[in-house]
């Protein structure tokens, strides 16, 4: 299986669910599943700086068709100028997995 890490692409995007970008390593690909069908979907993006949801304090349960993404810590994500970077979304929600 590859290994994917999920992330917030920059640190412009706001820090919530829908902007959340999975990462597929050796791959090169990046895919930002937008809930708004009116968003485009991002797809070959390679982010400088992205921030890991784990930064935000998140846990991350994969299962065979989703992705489940709990808030349990708090968030240790800072912005350029060591600022605080708080998550803004839902503490608890699941995202689909992006099938290759």
Avoid: C
């Avoid at 797809?43 to 994969?62: A, H, K, S, Y």
């Avoid at 065979?64 to 929600?93: P, V």
């Amino acid at each position: 299986m590859t290994n994917k890490k999920y992330a917030i692409v920059n640190d412009v995007d706001r820090p919530e669910g829908k902007l959340v970008t999975e990462i597929v390593e050796g791959k090169h690909y990046y895919m930002s599943r937008y809930f708004d069908d009116s968003k485009k979907n991002y797809d070959g993006m390679q982010p400088r700086n992205p921030t890991f949801l784990e930064d935000f304090g998140f846990d991350i349960v994969e299962k065979e068709y989703q992705t489940e993404f709990i808030q349990t810590g708090e968030s240790k994500a800072t912005y350029k100028d060591g600022e605080q970077r708080r998550w803004q979304g839902e503490k608890e929600f699941v995202l689909p997995k992006v099938i290759l």
